[in-house]
């Protein structure tokens, strides 16, 4: 209010009483303090989002970074041709379906000189990861020819091992509170000593699909099933979108129709993502019956939930064409469709593929409308097609977040940091669609 | 151009998609139900999927909590739906009626084994030797005093009992919406209240269960609607503080918490198993017994989660915390499942 009282701007008010004209020290004291207050809000909040951000990702990277390495134990297990493949047959069903774990137990059993008693054997296999057995055979399957050697394999060690070189576990604590007792902390020390453990890249993480056993779980399956479902969403939500915005902005008369459509999907851009979860349910699972757990119906149900987006995105970018675009065109001659294929729609692309990229990374975090149609789940095998059973990037870390073991902990916080980088190249490729082929008049 | 070969595209591509989703036929077993089961069911399939490498596909495993399982295990037969529901609960008679109005006439339970309900505290805090009754009076919104209920008035375990630490009373405990509660409030809760004269005055079956079960609001008493996680980081801020868990849980996390006696009796899964602990509940899936011959490998899948190599008591469900059955408790369930038993 203190601005209308300004000698300056007052000059045409020729009822008012002459003021001075000199200006009021004071006044313009306050008048900059006020400002600087104002900057200083600016500035705050701004600081106050940078704060949690740098809080979220320095803790999300200290807690995350131990997941990308994984404890390793080298052992010389002897692929004994009597157990791999019983008289002599190497055909696929056998090597399948070898006893690999006890294979790798002798081997563990000669390295740590374990002798017969039953308790301190379990406690020497309780190092072994469960899934050991089938990383030595998917080196058998790669090469049959190592049957009959004594060959040295890497094989993972169990999570407890690992949490426990991490230091995730102190060793001071008294022996009932902890998950592996004296001896087998011992052994591991001895392990450790002879080079036979040893942290290595944790490939698994990226590759596998779930498990029970933390060192075997990775995010193979929640990747491959969240990309197709962002390709379905591209494939449905983008063309679908942009014909109904093409429509409504080109063709569709102004009447209270159109009004109301418009409303209704300003409105559905703003509806819970759950509900979309419903509708996918009874549409595409309970109508089409389209198999259950599939990324194809993650994605239909995603896609419809980003229409609105693409619509509302799409509209505003054709609305940015200038109109004389339009008119030089017709004027040449120019066809209203060969106006919007040729003119319009070429030039609004940029917005239009930002707004549906935008679109879609709101759609990567979703798991609300995932949960109905069935993607929350434990799924082991990685995903051929779009039909078969997958997760999405969300959900796994929810699953892990909500997992008992302790070496679960930095693998949701990785689980979280891999989901962040799809985000982040996403947006940048956004960015750069927009830098590289807007046009400003 | 561009709208018009996009648009033939995306009919092309949905029509594909709606024709493959009818045609296609399902090899894959669908499991869906509750969280405290899945852990388990995750390594049976887990192992299934391994075992039978080649031959069948590893199933799917669903959360989402026992409710929720057998209302979609209920929804109706055939492919669409799913094969088998995990429930940390018995089937209630009102989803039988359910299943049936939808032509799931035939249903096979399957009991796993048990889960042991424990309360833990934090290292750092004191040690508790707790009796139902104890927890009872920490946790009832009304308690007898003198002859009369009252609003609860403790607020110390001390006032309680002298045996018990001089420490305020804080618990976290399930949430209504966890299968867990109801084990809570039956075999802490009602057993505990069950002494007590003034309890024991009520005539009105009614009123005698609210004064055992209704919890009080105050917020010394606080319900987790999340996982034993967010229990376990509650706990991890005050540690003063009791909470629930599941055995299972408390194991991996024995570092950080450590657990309470009822009774007398410490949990542990022999404890447990043999019925000395009180705080326990059996664990069960159902099965579609119409899915089983058309389904591939779903009988071969029950067979293998009730084989001692999953349940047995050097299982491998059991080293995640699973209580196994007595030897003849699993023999019997493998038999009644070879039989076609059915739930009615």
Request: glycine share 8%.
């Amino acid at each position: 209010m203190t601005d209308s009282a300004l000698p300056m701007t007052v000059a045409d008010s020729a009822t008012s009483a002459p003021r001075k004209l000199v200006l009021d020290k004071k006044r313009v004291r306050s008048r900059y303090a006020a400002e600087r207050r104002f900057r200083a809000y600016g500035i705050a909040a701004i600081a106050f989002g940078l704060f949690f951000l740098a809080w979220l990702f320095v803790t999300l990277i200290l807690q995350g970074y131990g997941a990308l390495q994984q404890s390793k134990m080298r052992l010389d297990v002897t692929l004994d041709a009597a157990t791999v493949a019983p008289g002599g047959q190497v055909d696929d069903n056998a090597l399948r379906t070898a006893d690999y774990t006890a294979l790798l137990r002798t081997a563990l059993r000669t390295t740590l000189g374990v002798g017969s008693d039953r308790g301190e054997r379990r406690d020497a296999y309780a190092l072994l990861s469960n899934g050991a057995d089938t990383e030595l055979r998917n080196r058998v399957l790669a090469d049959p020819s190592l049957i009959g050697k004594t060959v040295s394999v890497w094989v993972s060690a169990a999570a407890d091992v690992d949490t426990l070189i991490k230091g995730q576990i102190s060793r001071d604590l008294p022996e009932n509170q902890r998950r592996l007792n004296d001896r087998q902390i011992a052994w591991t020390d001895k392990l450790v000593a002879d080079g036979r453990l040893e942290k290595r890249f944790n490939t698994a993480l990226f590759v596998n699909g779930a498990s029970s056993d933390p060192e075997q779980a990775g995010m193979g399956v929640a990747i491959i099933g969240s990309l197709y479902m962002m390709l379905v969403v591209l494939l449905t939500a983008l063309p679908v979108g942009v014909a109904a915005a093409v429509y409504l902005e080109e063709f569709a008369p102004r009447n209270r129709w159109t009004d109301l459509i418009e409303v209704n999907i300003n409105n559905l851009a703003a509806v819970p993502s759950i509900v979309f979860g419903l509708l996918g349910l009874a549409i595409f699972l309970n109508f089409f019956g389209m198999p259950r757990s599939a990324p194809v119906v993650g994605g239909l149900v995603l896609a419809l939930m980003t229409l609105p987006v693409v619509i509302i995105a799409t509209r505003a970018s054709i609305k940015a064409v200038p109109p004389s675009i339009r008119e030089a065109a017709l004027g040449v001659g120019a066809s209203k469709m060969q106006v919007i294929t040729h003119h319009v729609v070429p030039l609004a692309l940029p917005g239009i593929l930002t707004g549906t990229i935008i679109g879609m990374a709101r759609a990567l975090g979703e798991t609300a409308p995932l949960l109905l149609i069935g993607m929350v789940a434990f799924v082991v095998a990685t995903p051929a097609t779009p039909f078969d059973p997958a997760t999405a990037l969300p959900v796994q870390i929810y699953m892990w977040a909500g997992a008992s073991e302790r070496a679960f902990v930095e693998r949701t916080s990785a689980a979280i940091l891999i989901l962040l980088v799809f985000l982040i190249v996403m947006n940048a490729a956004a960015v750069v669609l927009r830098r590289r082929f807007e046009r400003r008049w | 151009m561009l709208v018009r070969t996009l648009t033939a595209g995306t009919f092309t591509a949905l029509v594909a998609v709606m024709a493959a989703g009818v045609a296609q036929a399902r090899d894959q077993i669908q499991i869906a139900g509750s969280s405290t089961v899945l852990p388990f069911a995750n390594i049976a399939a887990e192992q299934f999927g391994k075992t039978f490498s080649g031959k069948f596909k590893t199933p799917i495993v669903e959360s989402g909590g026992s409710s929720a399982g057998l209302k979609n295990f209920c929804g109706g037969i055939g492919e669409k739906t799913i094969d088998i529901a995990n429930s940390s609960r018995k089937i209630r008679p009102n989803e039988i009626e359910e299943c049936k109005k939808n032509g799931v006439a035939e249903i096979q339970e399957i009991r796993i084994g048990y889960d042991g309900i424990v309360f833990a505290s934090s290292t750092k805090g004191g040690t508790f030797v707790l009796e139902p009754k104890h927890v009872y009076l920490a946790v009832a919104a009304q308690v007898p005093v003198k002859g009369a209920l009252a609003p609860n008035p403790y607020t110390n375990w001390k006032q309680i009992d002298a045996k018990l630490p001089d420490q305020p009373i804080q618990l976290f405990i399930p949430g209504e919406k966890h299968g867990t509660r109801e084990v809570f409030e039956e075999k802490v809760l009602e057993a505990g209240c069950h002494d007590f004269p003034e309890i024991k005055a009520l005539t009105d079956a009614k009123a005698k269960a609210n004064a055992c079960k209704a919890v009080r609001k105050d917020g010394l008493s606080v319900d987790i609607d999340g996982d034993y996680t967010e229990t376990l980081a509650r706990i991890q801020r005050t540690p003063t503080a009791i909470g629930v868990f599941g055995l299972s849980f408390y194991e991996q996390n024995k570092d950080k918490i450590k657990v309470a006696t009822v009774s007398g009796i410490e949990p542990t899964i022999d404890t447990i198993a043999s019925g000395k602990y009180p705080v326990s509940r059996p664990l069960y899936f159902y099965v579609k017994k119409a899915h089983l011959s058309v389904i591939p490998g779903l009988k071969e899948y029950v067979e293998f989660f009730l084989s001692d190599k999953i349940v047995g008591d050097e299982g491998m469900a059991t080293d995640k915390g699973l209580i196994p059955m007595p030897t003849p408790e699993r023999t019997k369930m493998r038999a009644d499942f070879g039989k076609g038993a059915l739930v009615n």
